[in-house]
């Protein structure tokens, strides 16, 4: 049984930072793409930030220099960095696992959400 748990979230202040965690049970977690993405209320979910089992990275326009994404395959888990945080990004914040089979079949997972707020 797949499962995406993430911990982390919570309330900040405006400029301030958090550290998500994402640990990954059930697959072969160095083989997968590993991504970010947040709901905000009202709004379609949107990629936060990706990285690929060979390490290639990429950002939303809206959170590069802020935010960071990394992968430890040791501890089968990804992280996202937030520094400067602003009220808009909060949301809902979903890990998601991915990855294109031998016969180009797809596998995707995603985890439960965590919660993040940026308000004063």
């Known amino acids: 049984q797949v499962q995406l748990v993430e911990s982390g979230g919570g309330l900040v202040q405006p400029g301030g930072s958090l550290r998500l965690s994402c640990a990954a049970s059930?697959?072969?977690?160095?083989?997968?793409?590993m991504g970010w993405y947040r709901q905000a209320p009202g709004k379609q979910r949107e990629l936060v930030a990706s990285i690929t089992s060979s390490d290639s990275i990429n950002y939303a326009d809206s959170v590069k220099g802020r935010f960071t994404i990394s992968r430890d395959n040791a501890k089968n888990t990804v992280y996202l960095q937030m520094n400067s945080l602003k009220p808009e990004d909060t949301a809902v914040y979903y890990c998601?696992?991915?990855?294109?089979?031998?016969?180009?079949?797809?596998?995707?997972?995603w985890g439960q959400g965590t919660q993040v707020t940026v308000s004063s």
């Open positions: 059930g697959i072969i977690f160095r083989i997968y793409a």
């Open positions: 998601h696992a991915a990855k294109i089979g031998p016969l180009r079949e797809q596998y995707d997972y």
